[in-house]
């Protein structure tokens, strides 16, 4: 009998913060592990620890922002595997520190957006061939509440007095785009849902007081990633249930 396929996991900056978290926990579940790093010795540290956990894993060296990046490593996988289970978008930044929306240059916006929107989309782009091979398929884009149109907007909610707009608009434009994926992915089978970490002490987080452990910032992600027979689609969700979009 030909050895039963691993499922195999590609996620985007996964070599720190809520991304390698999820990395370990999808890993010990017995998950084939893609680590996307654009940080060559940062990247082959995340592997090692993983590897020092019995974690089947593999460093892709990826920049999301990097169209040569991208192809080089959905041929590698191709190669390599030939299909891909699961697709975690998670890398992800905020150069607009909450400056005002009215002096904040389109610059630091576009850097915003080029990582987690475009760089998004075209990740995405590159594996669904890949993802189209697998008998399960599913995305998650790890997205944020600052991203929600409904809590920026509503004056009960602690986000609507919240600015940073090239941070909130990139998340929002990732909401958006889970819902049209979703939708032109449906009749393939294969599904796509965003996520709110919530506040996570990483890197990036802590920066504005994030206080959850990554244990916590990475569970919702790991709670669809582990269900790979799950047929839901077009949600945003955080760990306490569903989100407004
Ligand atoms: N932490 C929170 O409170 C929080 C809340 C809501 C949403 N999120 C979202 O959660 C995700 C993970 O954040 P985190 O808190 O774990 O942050 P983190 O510790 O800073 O990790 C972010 C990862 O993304 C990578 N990355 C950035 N730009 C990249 C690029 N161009 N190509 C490939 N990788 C790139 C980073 O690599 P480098 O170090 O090389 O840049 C890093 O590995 C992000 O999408 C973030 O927006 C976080």
């Known amino acids: ?40 010795s940062r990247g082959f540290r995340a592997v090692k620890r993983l590897h020092q956990q019995r974690i089947k894993s593999d460093l892709m060296i990826l920049d999301v922002t990097s169209a040569a990046s991208i192809r080089a490593v959905a041929d590698r996988i191709r190669n390599q595997f030939g299909y ?12 607009d520190h909450h400056e005002s929306a009215l002096t904040m240059s389109i610059e630091t916006i576009r850097r915003d957006f080029d990582v987690n929107f475009f760089g998004l989309i075209q990740v995405t782009q590159a594996m669904v061939p890949l993802l189209l091979k697998a008998d399960h398929a599913k995305i998650i ?3 944020s509440n600052m991203g929600s149109l409904d809590l920026a907007s509503d004056p009960t909610s602690q986000f609507y007095n919240v600015s940073s707009l090239g941070y909130q608009a990139s998340k929002a434009a990732v909401n958006s785009a889970t819902i049209t994926f979703s939708k032109t992915l449906a009749h393939v089978g294969i599904t796509v849902n965003a996520v709110n970490p919530g506040y996570t002490a990483t890197d990036f987080g802590g920066r ?15 709670s669809l990633a582990r269900d790979l027979d799950s047929e839901v689609t077009g949600t945003f969700s955080e760990n306490a249930g569903k989100l407004p979009w």
């Open 1 to 40: 009998m030909p050895e039963k396929q691993s499922v195999l996991t590609l996620i985007t900056g996964a070599d720190k913060g809520i991304g390698f978290e999820t990395a370990m926990e999808l890993g010990r579940l017995g998950q084939h592990i893609l680590v996307g790093s654009r940080d060559k």
């Open 208 to 222: 504005f007081g994030g206080t959850q452990t990554v244990q916590q910032g990475a569970a919702r992600i790991v």
């Open 141 to 143: 884009n790890v997205s």
């Open 84 to 95: 891909l289970n699961i697709l975690i978008n998670n890398a992800g930044v905020a150069f």
